[in-house]
C-alpha cells in the first residue's frame, strides 16, 4: 500500500467494524440462491482473517462450487 496515501496516520477498520463470519456467509447465502457458484476472495486482506480456512470451508458448504482467492 502506498505510504503516500496509506502512512502511519490512516485510520484502518477496527475489528468490529470488519464483516463477520455469519455475515459473509448471509450475503453468500443470498447470492447462491440467485444462481451464483464462483465466488473469488480479493486482495491481501483475506490472508490477515484467522478464520479464513473456516471461510472456504463455509462457502463450499453453501455450494459454491469455486472459489478462488487471489492475493
Known sequence: MPKEIFGPGHAF???P????LPEL???VRAFRALGVEKVRLT????LLRADVPDL???LKELGIRDVALTT
Open 17 to 20: 467494524q470488519l464483516m463477520t
Open 25 to 27: 456467509t448471509r450475503i
Open 13 to 15: 477498520l477496527r475489528d
Open 43 to 46: 486482495g491481501g486482506e483475506p
Open 56 to 58: 472456504v470451508r463455509a
